[in-house]
Every structure is written in structure tokens, then in C-alpha cells.
């Protein structure tokens, strides 16, 4: 059964630095995401990417985030210069369609990459 | 603004007994879509259910059934017999027609002891 896979599975880093969290979205979807989930707490909305553009993005995603599909199969999101309050899960999900379009709008998501800001 | 509130923090059952899980939600628009994810202890998040705004049926599927009332703008989701397996957190969900992103509840941790 396709899966979204994710790497890394555990990122450590140093407060101020960039890191690139990876996703191989499920192969034949088309919109993309990126959720993050605070230890302990419920999962929030960060990103949403179709057609090689941002087409939603909550208030969490300032200019410190980015999000690039540099080729046909990975979505990844950057960090640029990383803060404390970053450590958190993060999940990438993909879906065959958005809200809209009704039916196969279900997302799927990957395992999640726990990021850990020192 | 959307919101999805789950009252309950923590079920705790005994294997075979059945848990239900309370989901209501907030939302000014006429089309939506509500869902369930299970998240186990392994972390990552796995799609069970999803319920269109325009359809109040009810379904069982295997130990699973849900029970959406948009008159109370409730979607609660049973699990029937619960196995040790069924221990996790599980997230409600819902997804405007509109929009893409997923507004979640705070999740239900079940804990179901042998």
C-alpha cells in the first residue's frame, strides 16, 4: 500500500541553524502539507502545497519557513535559522484532492521527523 | 473561524469493553468534511474514518461506527470490543470544502489494559 514516507526520523540541531526536513509524498497526489505537533499537544496546520505553489499557510508559517517540491517526487520544508520553540513533531501528508472536490480528500500522513532545537 | 473540541483527555477501558469518543465542533460553513486519526504510541498519524456534511448516515465498519448529528455538531466515534491493540491517542478532525488544511481536536489518549 503506497505510504508518505518522511527523513529524517529524529533531527537534532543547534539553535540558529537551517535545517531541511524531507517527504516523499504517496505517488500519484497532488496537494501537499505540513503539519507540526508540539509534545503533548494537538497537531497543527503549517503549510499546504499545490501546483508548485503555497496555497494555505497558518500564522505559524512566517519567513523563517519554506516549503519546495525541487523535483517530482520530494516536498520538503526549511527551517532557516532555528529557535527552542521549533522542537516538535512534523508531518508531511498528501492527498489526491482538497476540501472541495469532495471525495479521495482524505491526508495521508507520513511518520513524522521529531525535531530537537539545543 | 474553526474549532473541534474533545472534551475527554484520557479514556481508560478494560479489553472487550466499548469506548466512545466525544467530537464537537465549530464551523460557519455549510460543506464540510469530519475524520478521525489514530495516533499510536509509535507517533505517527493513520487516517480511520471521514464523514461528508451532507450525509448524517451512520456506518459501523468492523469494530468501528460514528455517529454524526450536525444538529449538535457532534461526530463521536465507538469502538466496539476494544483490543489492547485499539491503545492510542485519536484525533478528530475537520476540513472545510473550501480550504485545505485540517483543523484538529486536542485527542483522546485510550488506554485499554488487558
Known amino acids: 500500500e503506497p505510504e508518505v514516507t518522511q527523513t529524517p526520523s529524529h533531527q537534532v540541531t543547534q539553535m540558529g541553524q537551517e535545517v531541511i526536513l524531507r517527504c516523499v509524498p504517496i505517488s500519484n497526489h497532488l496537494y501537499f502539507y505540513w503539519y507540526r505537533q508540539i509534545l503533548g499537544q494537538k497537531v497543527e496546520f503549517l503549510v499546504s502545497?499545490?501546483?508548485?505553489?503555497?496555497?494555505?499557510k497558518s500564522e505559524i508559517f512566517d519567513d523563517q519557513f519554506s516549503v519546495e517540491r525541487p523535483d517530482g517526487s520530494n516536498f520538503t520544508l526549511k527551517i532557516r535559522s532555528t529557535k527552542l520553540e521549533d522542537s516538535a513533531m512534523y508531518f508531511c501528508?498528501?492527498?489526491?484532492?482538497?476540501?472541495?472536490?469532495?471525495?479521495?480528500?482524505?491526508?495521508?500522513f507520513g511518520p513524522g521527523t521529531r525535531l530537537t532545537v539545543l | 473561524a474553526q474549532k473541534v473540541t474533545q472534551a475527554q483527555t484520557e479514556i481508560s477501558v478494560v479489553e472487550k469493553e466499548d469506548v466512545t469518543l466525544d467530537c464537537v465542533y465549530e464551523?460557519?460553513?455549510?460543506?464540510?468534511?469530519l475524520f478521525w486519526y489514530k495516533q499510536p504510541p509509535s507517533g505517527e498519524l493513520v487516517f480511520l474514518i471521514r464523514r461528508n456534511s451532507f450525509d448524517e448516515q451512520n456506518e459501523i465498519s468492523g469494530r468501528y461506527s460514528w455517529n454524526f448529528q450536525k444538529s449538535t455538531s457532534s461526530f463521536n466515534f465507538t469502538i466496539t470490543a476494544s483490543q489492547v491493540v485499539d491503545s492510542a491517542v485519536y484525533f478528530c478532525a475537520l476540513l472545510k470544502a473550501a480550504g485545505n488544511k485540517l483543523t484538529f481536536g486536542g485527542g483522546t489518549r485510550v488506554l485499554v489494559k488487558p
Open positions: 464551523t460557519r460553513d455549510t460543506t464540510y468534511y
Open positions: 502545497f499545490y501546483n508548485n505553489e503555497i496555497s494555505e
Open positions: 501528508a498528501s492527498s489526491l484532492s482538497r476540501g472541495a472536490q469532495g471525495g479521495y480528500n482524505e491526508q495521508f
